[in-house]
DNA sequence: TCTTGAAGCTATAGCCACTAGAGCAATTAG
DNA sequence: CTAATTGCTCTAGTGGCTATAGCTTCAAGA
């Protein structure tokens, strides 16, 4: 059995957010020692790494909670494991594309900066008229 | 002179978004009409345009609240512009490169997925097994 | 056994940049 | 004049945590 920071210790994963998850019901409640304190199973572990390796991956919490809900039956097919990942993939190409354009548009930017006084600079020039733009941006990926 | 309405269909930001930059001070509060609605000056459509373009390329408020500061003094130097302007290329590179990471380790991932049953899934196996994994990854681009 | 410090507990608030909704008042088009 | 649209304020919610306050429990050393 785990304490709650032996746990976060071995998953890498903090304290708060292991409070976090079972908040939002993504590891269950586990039992508690006589003075109140969370003690874990060694099966909270795994479910805890899975959650933090998903999360690595860009898996949103609810993705990760349809993940486990289909890990805890293994005799199902794996298309939809498969569609949720597919899913993230997808998101995250478009995601980079987006991006890309947004790194173009900053390059320009400051490739036509001469570092004189704000009056003539391109920086604010641009930003204040989207007339100078390459592209158009549509903005969806300014976390 | 503006309702906020206008505003927002010329600047193409919507209405709520308008009152909350003045709420965080990022616009000025204009007057009134007799009926206690807002009424906008033309020079509040180039701010607001300026914003949203700002917004566009990724910057947060906090940079584009210094930006905004900046392009009221245009005898400065713009060398401040300039290095936010950098900074915000810099972070959107970062991003590129850990999606990137991120594609890779899924592809990986969808590529080994022979859609059988959940219990030989690759995608549910790899996600619950860190050492199947190709790179280090560290979760910091999960907006 | 006592003590001290680390680790645990709950509850609440904050982060970013909005978005949604309730319930009402003002304006505008026909 | 009426009805539709637009506006107003206020509150709460989004995602995924993180931080703080004020308390209790536990583990290790003297």
Redesign the pocket.
């Known amino acids: 059995m785990f304490?709650?920071?032996?746990?976060?210790r071995a998953a890498r994963v903090?304290?708060?957010?292991i409070?976090?998850?079972e908040q939002i019901g993504l590891l269950p409640e586990p039992d508690?020692?006589?003075?109140?304190?969370?003690l874990y199973p060694r099966t909270a572990l795994d479910r805890l790494a899975f959650?933090r390796h998903a999360?690595e991956l860009g898996?949103?919490?609810?993705a990760i909670r349809d993940l486990l809900g289909l890990s805890d039956h293994p005799d199902q097919s794996c298309a939809a494991a498969d569609a949720i990942a597919r899913a993230q993939l997808d998101a995250v190409r478009d995601r980079i594309v987006r991006l890309k354009a947004l790194e173009g548009e900053l390059e320009r930017m400051l490739d036509q900066c001469a570092s004189g006084t704000i009056s003539d600079c391109r920086v604010i020039e641009v930003l204040g008229d989207h007339a100078n733009c390459a592209h158009d941006h549509d903005?969806k990926d300014?976390?």
């Open positions: 304490s709650i920071g032996k746990l976060g903090k304290v708060p957010t409070r976090y998850y508690r020692s006589a003075g109140n304190q969370r959650i999360r898996f949103p919490l609810d903005g300014l976390g």
